[in-house]
């Protein structure tokens, strides 16, 4: 190995804590030229401090991948794989469970690369040009581990002319492929953007509604997406759903997962809308909710409109409250890596004061057992919170 990049005692520190994620200011020379190899990181008397790489992506310029000297190859790679695929046979042997994350990223031991499964199939998502650019001997040491990949998709999640995604090998998936979580079946289209229909992140979320956390109730799905809460909730017993998006897709993506399910359509409506419109249109309308999901994007822009969870989520629990029926409940997720879970919990907290309600926080989420995070706050990025609220 041959390039060694310097490194500040405070971003030693801190990987010597457990933080891989290298960060700009912790290099102690400017870098020019992204070297796409694989690098050694030392102290300021040269002595090698961890083994990885430099990589741009949207958080840190870089990973640190090992802390000893036996260097990263595709025999490196497979035992990382091998022991992502092990720490996951519980959710292998469930058999109404069909798809989750195989590998994520840091804190499987390797930052830049995230994998999922979807019934057979593999999708793999590079967050950087670095990693991307070791993507022939990863794929292989991959498919050197899991030779009954069906076939394999990839996503390219960093700044680059290449197609967000691409079809690379084996089988090409149907368009949708049904997978299942907890017995209810989503349809999903592993190879159209670099989303593919679920976010496999809330599986405990959704779960809480399959069982009939939300039976014979009211349900407003804000920010649906695809409707999967919606849908979960209808598979539990929920009364009736509103599923609110304001990407026009979302209304034949939400009909077809309810389809998939055999659910009637008659108590599902599926609305092409602002939030913030309907929050108004619903007051209007006098119309009342016992359960309400929020669930934005860190950040969105709507016609001259931003949104971002930091700023605006107070807003969000407010406009809630007013079409909440009486002891209702508020589910608050964000996924937003930059809010911290106590700053998330004091806006929603604010917010509830503002309007002078009782509140209860009765239950709370984070990443489930196949997103393993890594030791840093930011790497545990969900945090899901369910208020219950006496007006
Ligand atoms: N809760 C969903 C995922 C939400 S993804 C799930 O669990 O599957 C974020 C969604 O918010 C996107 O579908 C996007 O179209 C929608 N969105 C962004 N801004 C919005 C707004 N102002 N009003 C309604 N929907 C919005």
Same mark, same amino acid.
């Given at each position: 190995m041959s390039v060694k990049i310097e490194l500040t005692n405070y971003g030693i520190k801190r990987i010597r804590q457990g933080n891989p994620l290298i960060q700009e200011e912790d290099l102690k020379q400017s870098i020019k030229k992204i070297p796409l190899e694989w690098v050694e990181f030392v102290d300021n008397k040269h002595k090698y401090v961890a083994t990885g790489y430099l990589g741009k992506q949207n958080k840190g310029f870089g990973w640190v991948i090992d802390q000893t000297r036996r260097g990263i190859n595709q025999d490196f790679l497979a035992q990382k794989f091998q022991q992502a695929i092990q720490k996951r046979q519980v959710f292998f042997s469930d058999e109404t469970t069909t798809a989750f994350r195989l590998f994520n990223g840091e804190g499987d031991g390797f930052g830049g690369m995230t994998i999922d499964y979807y019934a057979d199939y593999l999708v793999i998502s590079w967050y950087n040009q670095t990693i991307y650019h070791f993507q022939k001997m990863i794929v292989a040491s991959l498919l050197q581990v899991f030779p009954t990949a069906k076939g394999l998709v990839e996503k390219i999640r960093f700044k680059s002319e290449l197609l967000e995604s691409r079809w690379l090998a084996g089988e090409k998936p149907e368009e949708p492929l049904i997978v299942m979580e907890n017995g209810v079946s989503y349809a999903v289209? &592993?190879?159209?953007?670099?989303?593919?229909?679920?976010? &496999?992140?809330q599986k405990e979320v959704r779960g809480r509604l399959t069982e009939g956390l939300a039976a014979g109730k009211k349900v407003l799905n804000m920010f649906s997406y695809t409707g999967a809460f919606s849908v979960a909730a209808a598979y539990g017993g929920a009364l009736e759903t509103t599923s609110v998006d304001l990407a026009q897709r979302s209304l034949a993506k939400t009909q077809e997962q309810f389809e998939v399910n055999g659910l009637p359509l008659e108590q599902q409506k599926i609305i092409v809308m602002d939030t913030f419109d309907y929050f108004r249109y619903a007051g209007r309308k006098n119309l009342t909710y016992d359960v309400i999901i929020l669930d934005p994007p860190s950040f969105a822009r709507n016609k001259k409109k931003t949104f971002s969870v930091a700023k605006d989520y107070g807003r969000l629990i407010e406009d809630s409250v007013d079409i909440l029926a009486d002891d209702g409940l508020i589910i608050a997720s964000t996924n =937003? =890596?930059? &809010?911290?879970i106590k700053k998330f919990k004091y806006a929603i907290e604010t917010a509830l004061q503002n309007k002078k309600v009782d509140y209860q926080l009765v239950e709370s989420y984070r990443l489930p057992a196949d997103f393993p995070a890594s030791d840093f706050e930011e790497s545990n990025y969900l945090k899901v919170l369910f208020y219950t609220v006496k007006k």
């Amino acid at each position: 190995m041959s390039v060694k990049i310097e490194l500040t005692n405070y971003g030693i520190k801190r990987i010597r804590q457990g933080n891989p994620l290298i960060q700009e200011e912790d290099l102690k020379q400017s870098i020019k030229k992204i070297p796409l190899e694989w690098v050694e990181f030392v102290d300021n008397k040269h002595k090698y401090v961890a083994t990885g790489y430099l990589g741009k992506q949207n958080k840190g310029f870089g990973w640190v991948i090992d802390q000893t000297r036996r260097g990263i190859n595709q025999d490196f790679l497979a035992q990382k794989f091998q022991q992502a695929i092990q720490k996951r046979q519980v959710f292998f042997s469930d058999e109404t469970t069909t798809a989750f994350r195989l590998f994520n990223g840091e804190g499987d031991g390797f930052g830049g690369m995230t994998i999922d499964y979807y019934a057979d199939y593999l999708v793999i998502s590079w967050y950087n040009q670095t990693i991307y650019h070791f993507q022939k001997m990863i794929v292989a040491s991959l498919l050197q581990v899991f030779p009954t990949a069906k076939g394999l998709v990839e996503k390219i999640r960093f700044k680059s002319e290449l197609l967000e995604s691409r079809w690379l090998a084996g089988e090409k998936p149907e368009e949708p492929l049904i997978v299942m979580e907890n017995g209810v079946s989503y349809a999903v289209y &592993l190879d159209e953007g670099y989303m593919t229909g679920i976010f &496999l992140d809330q599986k405990e979320v959704r779960g809480r509604l399959t069982e009939g956390l939300a039976a014979g109730k009211k349900v407003l799905n804000m920010f649906s997406y695809t409707g999967a809460f919606s849908v979960a909730a209808a598979y539990g017993g929920a009364l009736e759903t509103t599923s609110v998006d304001l990407a026009q897709r979302s209304l034949a993506k939400t009909q077809e997962q309810f389809e998939v399910n055999g659910l009637p359509l008659e108590q599902q409506k599926i609305i092409v809308m602002d939030t913030f419109d309907y929050f108004r249109y619903a007051g209007r309308k006098n119309l009342t909710y016992d359960v309400i999901i929020l669930d934005p994007p860190s950040f969105a822009r709507n016609k001259k409109k931003t949104f971002s969870v930091a700023k605006d989520y107070g807003r969000l629990i407010e406009d809630s409250v007013d079409i909440l029926a009486d002891d209702g409940l508020i589910i608050a997720s964000t996924n =937003a =890596a930059n &809010l911290s879970i106590k700053k998330f919990k004091y806006a929603i907290e604010t917010a509830l004061q503002n309007k002078k309600v009782d509140y209860q926080l009765v239950e709370s989420y984070r990443l489930p057992a196949d997103f393993p995070a890594s030791d840093f706050e930011e790497s545990n990025y969900l945090k899901v919170l369910f208020y219950t609220v006496k007006k």
